[in-house]
T-cell receptor, first 113, second 114 residues
């Protein structure tokens, strides 16, 4: 059973549009949720963290969490070509206190001119 | 802005040899982690380290692997008797006080086993 699921994409959006990235998770013990951006050949870069139901905004990015539906999303407004990357959803499941991050496979985003 | 640093950026090793990957976590962070990413696959957790001991490890982290904090700044991953399938990007990460804090990743070490 996959713990964190994402559509692999690619998701193509025109420059200036809103990109919507989605993630579902299977373990109801999940308590912390993160979005990372990963450019090809590079390391994951933290974009957003969210811990409680609702929306959290940071600049052009909005994270949305719905624990009842086990769903977390990332909206990118005014998408730019530099946003083209793979976006990784990651969760921490309450286990033995090790803060283990479980990643999804990532969604590739392409922002087209 | 503080960052996690990893050395070397690329390590090429013959199968069967031992490698040590090095990391300097962010200075005031207390939790340290190793992850790996095989080419084209997802990022996988290996081990977490807190208060000078392993707090959690995955099934990947078997007796071939070990971690150490030899001094106040470095955090190392040792892989003994390397195998071809150990070829991957290895990322070190660290996070601050308290559980569930965001983890910040280093640039990674690309390990190639020949």
């Amino acid at each position: 059973q996959k713990e964190v699921e994402q559509n692999s994409g690619p998701l193509s959006v025109p420059e200036g549009a809103i990109a919507s990235l989605n993630c579902t998770y299977s373990d109801r013990g999940s308590q912390s949720f993160f979005w990372y951006r990963q450019y090809s050949g590079k390391s994951p870069e933290l974009i957003m963290s969210i811990y409680s139901n609702g929306d959290k905004e940071d600049g052009r990015f909005t994270a949305q969490l719905n624990k009842a539906s086990q769903y977390v999303s990332l909206l990118i407004r005014d998408s730019q070509p530099s946003d083209s990357a793979t976006y990784l959803c990651a969760v921490i499941i309450l286990t033995g206190g090790g803060n283990k991050l479980t990643f999804g496979t990532g969604t590739q985003l392409k922002v087209e001119l | 802005e503080p960052e996690v640093t990893q050395t070397p950026s690329h390590q090429v090793t013959q199968m069967g040899q031992e490698v040590i990957l090095r990391c300097v976590p962010i200075s005031n962070h207390l939790y340290f982690y190793w992850y790996r990413q095989i080419l084209g696959q997802k990022v996988e957790f290996l081990v977490s380290f807190y208060n000078n001991e392993i707090s959690e490890k995955s099934e990947i982290f078997d007796d071939q692997f070990s971690v150490e904090r030899p001094d106040g700044s470095n955090f190392t991953l040792k892989i003994r008797s390397t195998k071809l399938e150990d070829s991957a990007m290895y990322f070190c990460a660290s996070s601050g006080t308290g559980e569930n804090q965001p983890q910040h990743f280093g640039d990674g070490t690309r390990l190639s086993i020949l």
